[in-house]
């Protein structure tokens, strides 16, 4: 049971660590403005995502099933390093969506003000020709 557990817990930071390099990806295709690229990898993300999710139920599950005597300090030690590598993977994946939220905030207002100038500029150019007809 215990060393299931065990397999379980590196299948799942295995995964975890996949979903942070994927939101990497994100971010880096965001700062590059490819849109696209940011579609898919957050599609396939999403994905991995599910999966942690899933190996991370059943890795709760099994540790809740565990019997305190089973449990030796290397065990102990291993459920503890879970934790932490949790942490610590789960806070390098929110900055990485901060900051790439961060690129997709920048360019919606570089859009916004684009859109805004060509906009503009149609109606001055509007009343360009206009005022040649007279």
Same mark, same amino acid.
Not at 122 to 130: G, Q, R
């Given at each position: 049971? *215990?060393? /299931?557990?065990? &397999?379980?817990?590196?299948?799942?930071?295995?995964?975890?660590?996949? =979903?942070?390099?994927?939101?990497?990806?994100?971010?880096?295709? =965001?700062?590059?403005?490819?849109?696209? $690229?940011?579609?898919?990898?957050?599609?396939?993300?999403?994905?991995?995502?599910?999966?942690? /999710?899933? *190996?991370?139920?059943?890795? &709760?599950?099994?540790?809740?099933?565990?019997?305190?005597?089973?449990?030796?300090?290397? $065990?102990?030690?291993?459920?503890?390093?879970?934790?932490?590598?949790?942490? *610590?993977?789960?806070?390098?994946?929110?900055?990485?969506?901060?900051?790439?939220?961060? +690129?997709? $905030?920048?360019?919606? !207002?570089?859009? /916004?003000? &684009?859109? =805004?100038?060509?906009?503009?500029?149609? !109606? *001055?150019?509007?009343? +360009?020709?206009? &005022? $040649?007809?007279?």
């Amino acid at each position: 049971m *215990i060393e /299931t557990l065990f &397999e379980n817990i590196q299948k799942h930071l295995s995964m975890l660590d996949s =979903a942070v390099l994927s939101s990497e990806k994100i971010k880096n295709f =965001a700062k590059n403005e490819n849109l696209n $690229g940011v579609v898919s990898e957050t599609e396939n993300r999403e994905r991995i995502v599910n999966i942690v /999710t899933q *190996i991370q139920r059943k890795v &709760e599950e099994q540790i809740n099933l565990l019997d305190p005597s089973e449990i030796s300090n290397d $065990g102990l030690l291993i459920l503890k390093t879970w934790f932490q590598d949790l942490n *610590i993977l789960s806070e390098r994946m929110l900055s990485c969506d901060r900051q790439t939220v961060e +690129y997709l $905030g920048q360019q919606k !207002e570089d859009t /916004t003000k &684009e859109i =805004a100038m060509i906009y503009k500029n149609k !109606e *001055i150019f509007k009343s +360009y020709n206009h &005022e $040649g007809k007279k």
